[in-house]
């Protein structure tokens, strides 16, 4: 995916450009943008970050632009290949987020009308078309090259000669902010919070006119579209570091505040009978991707302990392969951003198989929000790292309400456990405020990993997917290779990998998997492994078999995921910190990803 952002108005648009992309970074990181209308067109761009971009790029004085954050699909990242991308005559400049699925075949095309190409991207047609359709109406001009591509894109058009911008979306998100005489329209709400929080969410087959002073939105035929804008709570503090080293960190320490926050409200709608849903489903399936789709698996243990409902977990990638053998289960899709492909995709496929889709998001006005019978939204705020982590808490509080909201239908619950459950979860804030309190303790413990090329992370029950989880941080932020194993399968194979230069993070809580989990970490310390314990606070008996113990408060085990997530969190973040890795921008990775 990438961040996209176009500026109308009396500011220097070099600034609010460079502003705009420095907060939808996350997006993509590899190259980038802008491309400024003053006395004509100006493009700067290249290959690096927005900060590198910053640096090096000249004034470019002028009121009207655009400007892009990449991540690259179609061509490496390089100079070239970074938009904006400028049509043959220097006059028109496009920025585009999205794939052009017949791009070589508009490419033949276009160089056979005799247009030179200057990039190895899929992008670059859409200038050339723009520039082929343009007779004296940029609008018009949009019109007709949406008629020749196929593919995805959220898209916007300047032209030198024009004193507006035109944007377009299908499938990618574009959001236009509403200022005072200035208006700009970009890939998120953070890329404007600073000029204004009145908030127009465009959707699929759409286009914009954007201009200082007005901005029209068109339906796919062409008609003008009334839209009231929506006033968005997020703030850019929400959305800055707030002296935190990292945004992981600063994120990860938010916790508390998500968690609460996530919980407010949901737990009186809880009380009133009306939270999610309203029928008692025969089965529940739960889809999703990367830590959303480990969230999801945490759901099936908390939906089928609380409801007893049986309940399946797919990777939304695989959704579309797996055959409709259920009577119409209870979708539920889970992602943070709201615009991942492939749980999009799947959104879509159940809808087509007449499946009742509930979204879990934490985005408001994000594309599945629309695409959904209904939405739940966590409160986790504007999440920056790369590596999601109070998104994914709070997701898990979630499943949480979901899980008792079923058991409230299927009378697998009476008032008493609810109540006890729920001023449990309550109190959760307080038991992860515990858990980062140690926060010295746990960067003194990851020294065990910080040279290490392999790690294992062993769990049991509703935790192996917390240990999953804890490789996937792992891996994306300190670029140790991890695995996350269900501690009951190692001795089927990968116990053969385990030495002394192989370290093993192992949960090891008091519930009913405790004695086995303390056989399997014996099992590894034959090994020689090295092991780092994550166990309930005074445990001397998990002491003795691990090297290093690091400890979490103890709560109801069913809530024991939450504790011992952020513990895991914790690791990789001082791991990584360490191993002086980029942690909010890890190579290769982009927030959500919108291509499958
Ligand atoms: C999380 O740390 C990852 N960056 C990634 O696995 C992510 O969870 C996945 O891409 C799904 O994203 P979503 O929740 O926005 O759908």
Same mark, same amino acid.
């Given at each position: ?91 028109? *400049? ?23 190409? @200057?990039?190895? @991207? ?31 894109? *959220?898209?916007?058009?300047? +032209? ?12 990618? !998100? ?37 201009? !200082? ?10 008609? !003008?579209?009334?839209?009231? &804008? ?50 008692? =489903? ?40 797996? &055959?409709?053998?259920?009577?119409? =289960? ?12 492939? @749980? ?29 019978? $209904? ?43 609810? +109540? ?9 804030? $307080? ?23 392999? *790690? ?70 034959? +090994? ?28 109801? =085990?069913?809530?024991?995921?939450? !504790? ?17 890795? =980029? ?14």
């Amino acid at each position: 995916m990438c961040g996209i952002i176009g500026y109308a108005g009396p500011r220097e648009a070099q600034e609010v450009l460079l502003d705009g992309l420095r907060r939808l970074e996350y997006r993509g990181y590899d190259s980038a943008g802008v491309a400024i209308v003053g006395s004509d067109l100006k493009v700067f761009k290249d290959k690096g970050e927005i900060s590198k971009l910053s640096t090096d790029m000249p004034r470019l004085a002028g009121h009207l632009g655009v400007g892009h954050t990449r991540w690259a699909t179609c061509g490496r990242p390089s100079q070239q290949n970074a938009h904006p991308f400028l049509d043959c005559t220097g006059q028109m *400049a496009v920025v585009h987020n999205g794939i052009i699925e017949n791009h070589l075949a508009l490419r033949e095309k276009l160089i056979g009308e005799g247009h030179v190409f @200057t990039s190895e @991207t899929d992008t670059e047609v859409l200038v050339h078309l723009m520039e082929k359709h343009y007779k004296g109406d940029l609008h018009a001009a949009l019109k007709e090259t949406l008629k020749d591509i196929k593919g995805t894109y *959220a898209m916007v058009v300047v +032209r030198a000669d024009c004193d507006e911008l035109v944007a377009a979306r299908k499938e990618n !998100p574009l959001v236009v902010g509403l200022g005072v005489g200035e208006n700009i329209v970009a890939s998120d709400v953070t890329a404007m919070l600073n000029y204004t929080n009145k908030a127009l969410y465009i959707m699929d087959g759409e286009t914009v006119v954007l201009r !200082p002073d007005k901005v029209t939105i068109y339906d796919h035929d062409g008609v !003008p579209v009334q839209r009231d &804008p929506v006033v968005v709570t997020w703030t850019v503090d929400d959305a800055k570091r707030g002296g935190f080293e990292h945004y992981m960190l600063k994120e990860i320490f938010e916790q508390p505040t998500a968690i609460h926050n996530s919980l407010l409200g949901s737990l009186d709608e809880l009380e009133a009978g009306s939270l999610m849903i309203d029928h008692e =489903p025969a089965s529940v399936k739960l889809v999703a991707c990367g830590t959303s789709y480990h969230a999801s698996m945490v759901g099936k243990y908390i939906i089928e302990a609380l409801a007893k409902i049986p309940t399946t977990v797919e990777l939304a990638s695989e959704y579309r392969y797996m &055959p409709n053998t259920e009577e119409s =289960p209870l979708t539920v899709l889970l992602t943070q951003s709201g615009e991942t492909a492939d @749980t999009l995709a799947a959104a879509r496929e159940a809808r087509r198989r007449g499946c009742p889709t509930l979204a879990v998001t934490n985005v408001v006005g994000s594309t599945i929000a629309r695409e959904v019978d $209904r939405v739940f939204y966590t409160k986790a705020g504007p999440e920056i790292g790369v590596a999601a982590t109070k998104t994914y808490t709070t997701q898990l509080m979630a499943m949480y309400l979901l899980g008792i909201r079923l058991g409230q239908l299927c009378h697998t619950m009476g008032r008493d456990e609810v +109540r006890e459950l729920t001023s449990e979860l309550r109190a959760m804030p $307080r038991y992860i405020g515990k858990v980062l309190d140690r926060g010295p303790e746990v960067e003194a413990a990851t020294e065990m990993l910080v040279s290490a090329r392999d *790690a294992f992370y062993l769990g049991r029950n509703i935790n192996y997917p917390t240990m999953l989880e804890g490789a996937l941080k792992l891996k994306e932020i300190s670029y140790i290779h991890a695995e996350g194993y269900a501690a009951g399968e190692l001795k089927h194979g990968p116990l053969a990998l385990l030495d002394a230069s192989t370290p093993v993070v192992a949960a090891c809580i008091k519930d009913h998997t405790y004695a086995k989990m303390l056989a399997n970490i014996s099992e590894v310390a034959a +090994r020689d492994s090295p092991i780092l314990a994550i166990g309930i606070e005074g445990d001397s008996d998990l002491a003795a078999v691990a090297d290093t113990t690091v400890s979490v408060p103890a709560v109801n =085990p069913i809530l024991s995921p939450v !504790p011992l997530t952020v513990m895991v969190q914790l690791i990789s973040y001082y791991t990584a910190r360490k191993r002086g890795c =980029p942690i909010d921008k890890p190579r290769n990775l982009a927030k959500s990803v919108t291509v499958d």
